[in-house]
């Protein structure tokens, strides 16, 4: 089974240069600074006409936590519905409840908003009270895949709970190794988790420069980051250059 590079990228331009330096697909979002909030119609619709690979969108209303109220999750909804009509390949998703679990319910909305596309439970899964439960809970309303980094701060920290999440799916749900991956950990961490997916994001980005497309000196704003094909061609390089399984 090959495995699947997934970039995560905060704007149109870094989805160009991912799909340019190889990725399988690209999580799109907006705000990556607060962990990443739902980007734009536009912007949702001009990735999924102009890239070839499949573009996945995150899901997110705010910054902040993952316990939404009614009014939020109606907004969710139709964020789904509205990527999945403009042709997303998959929506990227993640409620919980009060208690730390899977909100199974409010969840299970928004999986039935999003088909046929694929769903992705994003990190969320991080800050559950019981991992081993949630996997169980996520497969049980249909979830395709998680990304996880084993409830540590990196992947490689959590590389034994990413282990047994991988045992405990069973090919029921695929779980996807990301947070703080670095190209130089890619090889170590899908060798001793058994991922079959990876997620990078600032590992293949670079501060924008005078050759980045919407940059001018003139500029009073901070500068951004921008992912760079270069990069991402490394890790596609690493992936190849593994023992196949």
């Known amino acids: 089974m090959p495995i699947t590079v997934e970039i995560c990228v905060g704007?149109?331009?870094?989805?160009?240069?991912?799909e340019a330096g190889g990725a399988d697909r690209v999580e799109l979002c907006d705000n990556l600074d607060v962990g990443g909030t739902t980007p734009s119609l536009g912007t949702i619709a001009e990735a999924c006409r102009s890239l070839r690979i499949p573009v996945h969108v995150l899901i997110r209303p705010r910054a902040g936590g993952f316990?939404?109220?009614d009014r939020e999750l109606s907004a969710m909804q139709r964020d789904v519905e509205t990527a999945r009509d403009l042709g997303a390949a998959g929506v990227v998703i993640g409620v919980l409840d009060r208690l730390g679990r899977v909100d199974r319910d409010r969840n299970a909305v928004l999986v039935?908003?999003?088909r046929p596309i694929s769903i992705t439970f994003h990190k969320a899964i991080?800050?559950?009270l019981d991992p081993?439960?949630?996997?169980?809970?996520?497969?049980a309303i249909g979830v395709d895949r998680v990304l996880s980094s084993g409830r540590q701060p990196s992947a490689l920290e959590g590389v034994?709970?990413?282990s047994r999440m991988v045992e405990l799916a069973e090919g029921r749900l695929r779980v996807m190794a990301?947070?703080?991956?670095?190209?130089?950990h890619l090889s170590a961490i899908i060798r001793e988790s058994g991922v079959r997916e990876v997620h990078l994001g600032s590992a293949v980005s670079r501060m924008v420069d005078a050759n980045d497309p919407g940059y001018s000196p003139h500029d009073d704003g901070p500068l951004w980051r921008r992912t760079d094909p270069g990069l991402v061609r490394r890790v596609v390089e690493v992936i190849r250059g593994l023992p196949s399984t």
């Open 11 to 18: 704007d149109l331009e870094s989805a160009i240069a991912a």
């Open 160 to 162: 034994g709970m990413l």
């Open 112 to 114: 039935e908003a999003a």
């Open 178 to 184: 990301g947070g703080r991956l670095t190209i130089e």
């Open 67 to 69: 316990v939404y109220s």
């Open 132 to 139: 081993i439960e949630a996997i169980e809970d996520l497969i």
């Open 126 to 128: 991080d800050q559950t």
